[in-house]
């Protein structure tokens, strides 16, 4: 499944477009074409949200585990912080000099001048060579792909010694991923999602 953030980028969010079984009536098929879709399959897309009138948008949503502990995916809500990190979304790193001060900030160190973004608890970090540069974030976990972008803030809000701005000598970030969709996970996977650009504020 994928991930976005929603609207207004507080939370994280599922965007809902689903195919059914029959036809939709006619005033809500919204769409003349769908990446992987038939186009004789497209009348049978549409957001599940019925008084939504089928147009699929980014949702919050909520989860329970083994034990019957509730959480959503609201990123301001402290109940929702995680306690292990393999049940994170946020694909966050703490550490003692990039301490959580909320759920779905990013970790960051700074290094030679630099400013450096950090994720997957440090297995993924991107440097930022200037600020407002792009970082296009794919990233796969526990069967969730989350897909964004992360904005660079400016090196000296969160270093000190920065070296000068400069244009990235390449483009910075990860490669383009692909779902493996297991029978069992058909209807989850073949549900298609929205891109919306993912900000993600880096808190010092």
Not at 7 to 18: G, K, M, Y
Not at 50 to 65: R, S
Not at 99 to 111: A, D, L, R, V
Request: charged share 20%; hydrophobic share 35%; aromatic share 12%.
């Amino acid at each position: 499944m994928k991930t976005t953030c929603s609207v207004n980028r507080d939370s994280l969010a599922l965007c809902h477009l689903i195919e059914y079984q029959e036809m939709l009536p006619a005033e809500y098929q919204n769409f003349d074409h769908l990446d992987g879709v038939p186009e004789e399959a497209l009348v049978r897309y549409g957001g599940s949200v019925e008084l939504a009138d089928y147009c699929p948008y980014p949702q919050e949503f909520e989860w329970k585990n083994a034990e019957n502990n509730q959480r959503d995916s609201r990123c301001s809500f402290t109940a929702n912080a995680p306690g292990e990190f393999s049940d994170r979304h946020s694909l966050k790193l703490y550490t003692f000099d990039s301490p959580g001060t909320k759920w779905c900030s990013g970790g960051h160190f700074c290094q030679e001048g630099r400013l450096w973004l950090s994720l997957l608890n440090g297995t993924s970090v991107y440097p930022c060579y200037k600020a407002g540069q792009l970082i296009m974030i794919r990233q796969v976990l526990k069967h969730w792909l989350h897909s964004g972008t992360i904005v660079c803030p400016a090196c000296a809000e969160l270093c000190e010694n920065c070296v000068s701005e400069t244009e990235p000598p390449h483009a910075v970030g990860d490669e383009p991923k692909q779902l493996i969709c297991g029978a069992e996970t058909l209807f989850f996977c073949r549900s298609l999602f929205i891109p919306v650009l993912l900000y993600l504020y880096f808190l010092s």
